[in-house]
């Protein structure tokens, strides 16, 4: 082996002790039932909420849109060709 691979490995080595002998952490003097995300975090999580619903409906209409003007698009074919499908021979 050469001489970084073998420095290498020892780097590696020693990092591995220190995390394998990493002291631990104390133990907390405040209750888990105290430890809430308050009042920011409950207005962050509903912005995000908000967003997302506003995204979706965004998201909903736009393709609708697409949609309806390939449906009058095809029509307009049809029409510039002389054919009419079924549904409007009637006129409407």
């Known amino acids: 082996m050469t001489l970084s691979v073998l420095m290498a490995l020892s780097v590696l080595g020693g990092a ?3 995390a ?3 002291p631990s952490t ?3 003097t405040v209750p888990d039932v105290d430890v809430t995300p308050g009042v920011v975090g409950f207005i962050a ?3 995000v909420a908000v967003i997302t619903i506003l995204l979706i409906l965004d998201m909903t209409r736009r393709i609708r849109r697409t949609r309806y003007r390939a449906e009058i698009r095809a029509r307009l074919e049809a029409e510039e060709r002389g054919e009419l499908p ?3 021979r009637d006129g409407v």
């Open 45 to 47: 999580i509903a912005a």
């Open 20 to 22: 394998a002998t990493s």
């Open 86 to 88: 079924e549904d409007d």
């Open 26 to 28: 104390p133990a907390s």
């Open 16 to 18: 591995v002790v220190l």
